[in-house]
Every structure is written in C-alpha cells, then in structure tokens.
C-alpha cells in the first residue's frame, strides 16, 4: 500500500473479468514520489481557526458566496481572525471561488486528500490510493453495473477524471457536472495516461447499488466511503471512495498541529464534515444540514441561503455592518 514518505513502483492492468474482456482496457502505471516534508512558515499561537466546508455551508444553493458572506469574510480578515476551507472539491473547482477573498492559509480539499498551499502552490501533504485499493473498487463498481468516475493527480498539479463506460443517463450527467463545475478534464479510461496518482473514485447509482458497493469494500482497512442523496431525488445515490487517511478530519488536526493554533472552529452540512466535528473544539452545522449532521454539531446556526455562517460570525467577533 502507499504510505506517504515511501516510494512505491508498481504496474497495475486491470481487466474487466465481469464482462469477459481478454484484453487490459487501461494501465495505471505508478511512480509515487515521496511526500514533501510538511514545513509551514505561519505560526498562528493561541489563535482560533475557522474551518469552512464550501457547498451547502459558506455556499449559497447556486454555488456562490453571497456579497454579506464576502463582507463577512473581509472583516474576519482585517480583524486577523484566521479561517481557511475543507472541501471536498479540487483545488481547480474551488481557485476562482476562493480568489480574493482571504483564504491565505492551506486549503484541505477533496476532503483530505490533498492539503494545498495557495503561496507556494506547493501539495504540502496527499493521501493517494494504493493499486490493490484501486483494483477493488472498480471491481465493486463495475460489479454493480455502474461506471466509475476515476480522478487523477498528475505531476503538474492538474485534475482530471476518467470514466469506465457511462452506463446510464444520470452517470452522463454527472460526467458533464465534473466537466462544468468541477472545471476537470473528463476522459474515457482507456486514454489514462500512464503516470498519474488515483485520488478518489465516485460512482452513482440506485441505493441498493451504491450500498452493496459500500459494503464489498468493507473489508479494506485502508478506504473510507462517503455517500449520500444525488440530484433528482432519493432515487439516485453518490459514493465517494478514498484512502481512510484522507479525511476532512484528519487534514485539519493536522492544520492545527502545524499552524499552531490552540481552538478549532468549523462548519459542515454533509457525512464528510463529521470528522472534522470530532477533531474540532467547536462544530456547526447550517439548518439545511440533515438531522444526524445536526445532532452531531455544537449547534445549529441559520440557512445557508441565508448567509446563516456570516450572521453566526457577526454576533461571534462582534462585527458590526
């Protein structure tokens, strides 16, 4: 398996057995770099960190921040008030977004996966999939009949996404929602380059497919799933597969062992934020947030159509209009 601070070689052809194909439909071919040292030059001591997730959180529904939420931001900023964001977009859906608005520290993205600093534009730490793990994913996704969305980090920092054969209108959709939102190159796997490291790999499907995907790869100790309700109601289900190091969580303890920082606020709506509750010292969820991300938060604080995050920080940091 991959660990960061190893170098690990490794030539993976993966067939689609299931469906009777002799010859490779792609080769991943690995040449895993040893991990950067993690060195960060801030030292925010006795500081608090605010940490917010982006959609269905700091986002309005349309995927933007709201002109009060930037206001927002601007204050916390000129007040010295030190925040930073855990999504789990790439770094190429959230650059523009962020631009301009403050976030100056390391942003954790693709939740956890990757941790990236926006001044050196430097990877500072990366959790990558091992070929073992890759292999038993697209085997429990294809098994269920469902494509699988690959996405890759290659050596110039750029995102893309390889798809196995689209198999339904919904996954078409989801193949042009990466192309558009997430700003990813998406391929066929078949043109997957050779040298390239796996971040994550999604799917989408019924429930009942998406939960025996779930459970093939349980006995995997090094995965982690996410999932939950896709687009056009409960009729369809994402799932989001990745290395069990790679956690919004487990990025954050991290940020606030290297920063310095002696209290950690954050803010989430989804099952991915959760680890991220339980490492910080104060957690909250907006009110669009379902019932058991609800419970699980510190508290809940207003819509996030409402710019529920800024009217919180407002009254926390006593930030007047």
């Known amino acids: 398996m991959y660990q960061s601070g190893r170098v690990q070689s490794a030539i993976f052809l993966f067939y689609l057995k299931a469906l009777g194909e002799s010859q490779p439909v792609f080769r991943l071919v690995y040449n895993s770099p040893s991990s950067r040292p993690f060195t960060i030059i801030w030292s925010l001591s006795f500081m608090e960190l605010i940490v917010f997730d982006l959609d269905g959180t700091l986002l309005d529904s349309n995927g933007e921040i709201s002109q009060f939420t930037r206001d927002t931001l601007a204050a916390l900023s000129h007040r010295g008030i030190a925040y930073t964001v855990a999504t789990g977009r790439t770094l190429h859906a959230s ?42 994913v697209l085997t429990a996704i294809m098994h269920e009949g469902l494509a699988a969305f690959i996405f890759t980090l290659d050596g110039q920092k750029k995102h893309a996404v390889y798809h196995t054969p689209l198999q339904s209108e919904i996954e078409r959709k989801l193949s042009v929602h990466f192309s558009g939102r997430e700003q990813l190159e998406v391929h066929p796997a078949a043109q997957l380059p050779p040298y390239v490291e796996i971040t994550n790999i999604s799917a989408l499907g019924v429930p009942e497919s998406v939960e025996r995907v779930r459970r093939f790869i349980d006995d995997e100790p090094f995965l982690v799933a996410y999932s939950g309700q896709a687009w056009d109601g409960d009729e369809w289900q994402w799932i989001d597969i990745h290395h069990c190091d790679a956690s919004k969580g487990g990025a954050v303890d991290i940020l606030r062992t290297q920063l310095e920082v002696s209290r950690v606020i954050c803010f989430g709506d989804s099952d991915n934020d959760l680890s991220m509750f339980e490492q910080a010292d104060e957690s909250y969820a907006p009110d669009n947030a379902a019932e058991h991300i609800r419970n699980a938060a510190t508290a809940v604080i207003g819509h996030h159509d409402e710019d529920g995050i800024a009217h919180f920080l407002r009254e926390r940091f006593d930030i007047r209009s």
């Open 95 to 136: 650059r523009d977004l962020l631009s301009g608005h403050g976030f100056s520290l390391p942003h954790v993205f693709k939740n956890g996966v990757m941790i990236w600093d926006p001044a050196t534009e430097e990877i500072l730490h990366q959790n990558y999939l091992a070929v073992d793990e890759v292999e038993h």
